[in-house]
């Protein structure tokens, strides 16, 4: 009973030690120089043992001892691969690819395989690489041999493509083997069909390929090679131009988010407000406020933290932008130069008051897990923080229409925009009305910033960087207009990240400086512009 | 008509401020190289070229004062003037290094060299003679604002629309100034000069002398903007900043008066930024900052916009008070300078000289000049055809 307990607990604390990698590597060791031990046979059951591990540094050890590179050291028969160097040969440790230091020809002594032994071996690592149970293992070991394109592997690969079923694997596969096919001496016709499979890959890496295979192809291919590095090229350009729509989209997701806040004080209001930027801004900062103190009294809802930061930052921006309204901006109705100049005065306190508390360094924001990584559709990288924000803005755009048009609130912002005296007189409290309209166009200004936390530095000048962007956006749209902003945006992220590839990111942006510019003396009122009698003043 | 124009220029205030600044032009210079250190009256060496970036600043305003003050139009774009004026001068200075430089190259500045450039951008080539140089000063950003304001005034580009472009417009060019191909330094700017017009540049005299030629330039500059806002033109710019489209419908065009402001107020600017410059050794992109041009505005609406005096003033209070605050308290002085904004847009929209004109009400124009104004008008078209034809 006894002797069967200590049994039981050496069990395991056995298992326990082998979970933890440095004794893992211990108890794989033993098995390895199992190898140099006895003839023939007790070599072939060395090689089943090390196969039963599943360990994934066994196959390039077997590979190894399939090709003669194994040896086994006379002085304390530990097993190692060595290569010859001058005068004898370079050891390293089987494992890990460890330096052994050198050794003499006569001090190790070579690991004999037989063919049967070579057959196993062949049949071992397959089972553990292109044909492992595992999914994960088995597309890993693909995207291997397609890295490394080494003709020994192609009867391996035959074998493990008559049983693949998965196609996303099969596809891999069948890549790989296509630009193997290409570096034997297989026939015209084999090497006409490796062509055509890797053509319709349709990526860079196809392309790449065939490139290098090119000079060395025979003539009677030269042209099919030429055509499907053509092809492959156009497929290419198809998704280069679905890239740049993804990445304009982005960015124009992200000046419609700076900007939308803009299109209802700039573009409904007639306040031009320099201060816009510092409510996005602010809204950064909230969301660094809100993230510190989800870690700190709820450390559960840390993934939830901007969800929380949404409607924070939403009520802080409105209320310090209703408190701007009804202390400065009441006062300058009308003359919207000298109201340019005090928000701009505005933006400078705000930005030095918030360097003052939160110090002038960046403040670091945690992406929440759902919003890292990436994942990819055909050739494009999506990462999902962008697909977030894109997603967002939207969404703001929706909820912003529907307050607009909707609620009784939307209705008298409407009516006081189009006609102040004639909304006063029927009842609607405009001082009312304009400090809530200037509430909502800074509260999403401060929903911006929860957003723009994301992928920008939070630092005082946040919104600095957006102000002449934002306004371009409303000015380009055509104010007054909030479907004028969301083209507006669009329009010119999808422009900005065109002319990228071919100007560059800065001079990109000068030419759409310089375009909107010029856009503006075509058509100065924007691309949707107001009509009637309210336009002129 | 140009002694005309002079002449009325030569209203009573005008002179007195050009006196005053002819005065300072002699005055201060002398103190600095004439008295001995230490003594009570002399200027420190270090207070010249500080001195002459405040008159600097104050032609800046000035010339933003001739375009926002008379005519309407809010430029957010005249750091781009001034900047430009700046880098041409650089360029000048530039060339003036020789062989001087740290890599000891004959024609090439430092950091072309640096850049592995081969030779001189083709934009480079003339401007190591002064004359043609400072030519450049006044043809370059001239050039640029009236194409500028040929697009934008024709197309009826007005108030915060207009101001946006020009923000943008130096927004642009800050962004390209900061591209090292662009042949202007990239980042870093031009600087490390050593002559200007073969005198050294450190040289106290010749600091002195720049002192004494950005004085003079601003006695100029306010010579011509009273010329001009005294003269009819100068009405019809008045006329356009507070009827635009009653201004139209009297056979006035408002497009070419405001033309023509903005394009010589650029002028004023850029000479500005060339002063500037050698004063202060350097130039970089960050003078093109949008940010810039609205603090110039600021410095008029606190002096005081649609007066001759009052951007002057305001130029120099408000740096005079940077200068001051960033010594003793720096990390306040941008909470001094939004509560400058705040306030003189609510409190003082006439500015400093507003307030003295509401203390002395006998300072008002006397009742003949309208007269006469109204007299003159349609008698004979304006020099700059800013008046396609009579009423009637």
Redesign the interface.
């Known amino acids: 009973m006894a002797t069967r307990l200590i049994r039981l607990i050496a069990f395991l604390i056995a298992l326990s030690l082998s979970a933890l990698p440095a004794f893992a590597q211990d108890s794989l060791t033993p098995l390895v120089d199992a190898l140099g031990q006895g003839g023939f046979p007790d070599r072939g059951r060395a090689v089943d043992a090390l196969v039963a591990t599943g360990d994934q540094r066994v196959p390039p050890i077997l590979q190894a001892l399939s090709d003669g590179d194994l040896y086994v050291r006379k002085a304390d028969e530990k097993v190692v691969i060595a290569r010859t160097a001058s005068g004898g040969f370079a050891l390293s440790e089987p494992l890990d690819g460890a330096a052994l230091g050198d050794a003499a020809k006569a001090d190790v002594e070579k690991i004999k395989v037989n063919n049967g032994l070579r057959g196993k071996i062949r049949t071992a690592i397959g089972s553990m690489t292109l044909m492992s149970e595992d999914r994960a293992i088995r597309l890993a070991a693909a995207q291997n041999v397609l890295k490394n394109a080494d003709p020994a592997m192609l009867e391996l690969l035959d074998q493990a493509l008559a049983q693949e079923t998965d196609p996303e694997i099969k596809s891999v596969m069948e890549f790989a083997r296509a630009s193997i096919v290409l570096k034997t001496d297989a026939s015209i016709d084999d090497k006409r069909a490796a062509i055509q499979s890797i053509g319709a890959q349709g990526t860079r890496a196809a392309q790449t390929i065939l490139i290098n295979f090119l000079p060395s192809a025979p003539d009677e291919l030269k042209v099919e090679v030429q055509a499907a590095i053509d092809s492959v090229g156009r497929t290419l350009a198809v998704w280069d131009v679905g890239q740049n729509v993804w990445y304009g989209i982005s960015l124009g997701s992200v000046l419609l988010l700076a900007a939308i806040g803009l299109a209802i004080t700039f573009g409904v209001m007639g306040i031009i407000n320099m201060a816009h930027g510092e409510m996005v801004m602010l809204g950064a900062y909230t969301t660094f406020v809100v993230q510190g103190l989800v870690r700190t009294y709820a450390p559960g809802l840390f993934d939830y933290s901007l969800l929380i930061a949404l409607p924070a930052a939403f009520l802080v921006s409105a209320v310090i932008g209703m408190a701007i309204e009804r202390g400065i901006i009441r006062w300058l109705y009308g003359r919207p130069l000298e109201t340019l100049l005090a928000t701009w005065g505005l933006s400078l306190i705000l930005q030095q008051a918030i360097r003052t508390v939160f110090g002038a360094t960046n403040k670091p924001i945690v992406a929440p897990t759902w919003m890292s990584g990436s994942f990819d559709l055909g050739n494009l990288t999506i990462t999902w923080s962008r697909l977030w924000i894109v997603i967002f803005a939207i969404a703001v755009f929706i909820i912003l229409q529907l307050v607009l048009n909707r609620t009784p609130l939307g209705l008298q912002m409407r009516a006081v925009t189009q006609n102040r005296r004639m909304a006063s007189s029927m009842g609607i409290r405009t001082p009312f009305v304009d400090a809530m309209t200037f509430g909502l166009g800074s509260g999403i200004a401060g929903l911006a910033g929860v957003a723009l936390s994301q992928i920008d530095n939070v630092s005082p000048n946040l919104g600095q960087g957006y102000i002449v962007d934002s306004f371009m956006v409303v000015v380009f749209g055509g104010v007054g207009n909030l479907w004028g902003t969301l083209i507006g945006a669009i329009t010119l992220g999808i422009g900005n990240k065109f002319l990228e590839p071919y100007a560059g990111a800065v001079l990109a942006k000068i030419l759409i400086l310089v375009l909107i510019i010029l856009f503006i003396q075509r058509r100065p009122r924007g691309l949707f512009a107001l009509k009637g009698r309210a336009v002129e003043q | 008509m140009i002694t005309q124009l002079v002449f009325r220029a030569l209203d009573k205030k005008a002179v007195w401020l050009v006196l005053i600044l002819v005065a300072i032009a002699v005055a201060v210079p002398a103190s600095n190289l004439l008295l001995p250190t230490g003594h009570p009256l002399r200027i420190p060496n270090y207070m010249v070229p500080l001195f002459g970036k405040y008159l600097n600043y104050a032609l800046l305003a000035l010339a933003l004062d001739l375009v926002?003050g008379y005519v309407g139009i809010?430029s957010l774009g005249h750091a781009a003037f001034f900047s430009l004026g700046g880098y041409i001068m650089g360029m000048y200075l530039m060339r003036q290094i020789g062989n001087r430089g740290v890599y000891g190259n004959p024609i090439l500045p430092d950091f072309m060299v640096f850049l592995q450039y081969k030779e001189l951008p083709w934009y480079w080539n003339w401007v190591d003679m002064w004359w043609f140089d400072f030519l450049m000063i006044l043809f370059v950003p001239g050039l640029l604002a009236f194409l500028?304001g040929w697009?934008?005034f024709?197309?009826?580009?007005?108030?915060?629309?207009l101001?946006?472009?020009t923000?943008?417009?130096t927004?642009?060019l800050q962004?390209?100034f900061?591209?090292n191909d662009f042949g202007f330094g990239g980042a870093n700017g031009l600087t490390d000069f050593k002559d200007i017009l073969g005198f050294n540049i450190q040289a106290g005299s010749t600091r002195a002398g720049l002192f004494a030629a950005s004085a003079l330039a601003l006695a100029l500059g306010v010579l011509m903007c009273s010329a001009i806002v005294n003269s009819k033109l100068g009405k019809v710019m008045v006329a356009v900043r507070d009827a635009e489209?009653r201004t139209r419908f009297l056979g006035w065009r408002p497009d070419n008066v405001k033309l023509f402001a903005f394009t010589v107020s650029a002028l004023l600017a850029s000479v500005a930024g060339a002063l500037f410059v050698p004063q202060v050794g350097i130039i970089n992109p960050g003078e093109f900052a949008?940010e810039n041009s609205?603090e110039a505005?600021?410095w008029v609406?606190v002096g005081g916009r649609g007066t001759i005096i009052g951007p002057i003033i305001g130029a120099i209070v408000v740096n005079v008070g940077k200068t001051l605050f960033t010594g003793w308290l720096p990390?306040?002085w941008?909470?001094a300078?939004?509560?400058?904004?705040?306030g003189?847009?609510?409190f003082l929209?006439k500015g400093i000289v507003g307030l003295f004109r509401r203390a002395g009400r006998q300072d008002r124009r006397p009742p003949g000049k309208e007269a006469s104004a109204a007299a003159e008008a349609g008698v004979s078209p304006s020099t700059l055809g800013a008046k396609v034809e009579p009423a009637e």
Do not use: H, K
């Open positions: 926002w809010l500028f697009f934008a024709r197309s009826r580009v007005t108030g915060v629309y101001s946006i472009i923000q943008a417009m927004f642009a962004l390209a900061f591209r489209s949008p609205i505005v600021i609406a990390d306040y941008l909470f300078l939004g509560a400058l904004f705040i003189t847009t609510l929209p």
